[in-house]
């Protein structure tokens, strides 16, 4: 079992920067892709970024390359998603995952956090 808690979400204006945290419960973190997906309001949940095991790979949605980035720190149970020049488009809750498989998917993940808002807006 994997136990998963977002934090770091807030209320900011469009062109401003969050760091959004997942922290896992377990000693088998490092066994696991994470993801990051983002719901908003009547929309279906979307793949936002995932990485791989080791870090070494990461991969992003179109909508948010080059201004997301997803990381994570094995030792600290960890996987970041730093937002950078934020878009009111971006509003959304955004959730965290744990999965055995390196995808896009959201029905590979097994595990999924409880989500943290994220609202941009003037």
């Known amino acids: 079992q994997v136990q998963l808690v977002e934090s770091g979400g807030g209320l900011v204006q469009p062109g401003d920067s969050l760091r959004l945290s997942c922290a896992a419960s377990?000693?088998?973190?490092?066994?696991?892709?994470m993801g990051w997906f983002r719901q908003a309001p009547g929309k279906e949940r979307e793949f936002v970024a995932t990485i791989s095991f080791g870090g070494a790979r990461t991969y992003y949605a179109d909508s948010v390359k080059g201004r997301f980035t997803i990381s994570r720190d094995n030792a600290k149970n960890t996987v970041y998603l730093q937002m950078n020049s934020l878009k009111s488009e971006d509003t959304a809750v955004y959730y965290c995952?744990?999965?055995?498989?390196?995808?896009?998917?959201?029905?590979?993940?097994?595990?999924w956090g409880q989500g943290t808002q994220v609202t941009v807006s003037s």
């Open positions: 995952a744990a999965g055995r498989v390196l995808t896009m998917g959201t029905r590979e993940y097994e595990y």
């Open positions: 377990g000693r088998t973190f490092s066994s696991y892709a």
